[in-house]
Nanobody, 124 residues
Framework: QVLLVESGGGSVQTGGSLRLSCVAS????????MGWFRQVEGDEREGVAE????????WYADFVRGRFSISRDDAKNSIYLQINNLKPEDTAMYYC?????????????????WGQGTQVTVSS
């Protein structure tokens, strides 16, 4: 069992930046594909970015357009999401997730463990 806790969300203005963090406990992220998802109430959860177990491969949703960067630090049992040039449409709850097998290609159903989320709100 891996418990994931996100932090770093907040309220920012358009064009601002945030760095989301996700720390795992009760287990290790080593060997796991890790991902970030986001969800607006009433909508489906959508994949934002994922990073392979080795960190050598990263995938991003098309809407990221170079503004997001995912990274991991296995020594700290943590992953991060740097978000730059925030837009109002980025407003959502952001979730960290872990997959026991190979990266599922930003598909939520492929992830086994989820955090509770951290809210990001971007005002115009």
């Amino acid at each position: 069992q891996v418990l994931l806790v996100e932090s770093g969300g907040g309220s920012v203005q358009t064009g601002g930046s945030l760095r989301l963090s996700c720390v795992a406990s009760g287990g290790t992220i080593s060997g796991k594909c890790m991902g970030w998802f986001r969800q607006v109430e009433g909508d489906e959860r959508e994949g934002v970015a994922e990073i392979s177990a080795t960190g050598s491969s990263k995938w991003y949703a098309d809407f990221v357009r170079g503004r997001f960067s995912i990274s991991r630090d296995d020594a700290k049992n943590s992953i991060y999401l740097q978000i730059n040039n925030l837009k109002p449409e980025d407003t959502a709850m952001y979730y960290c997730a872990a997959a026991s097998s190979r990266c599922p290609g930003l598909r939520a159903r492929g992830y086994n463990f989820w955090g509770q989320g951290t809210q990001v709100t971007v005002s115009s």
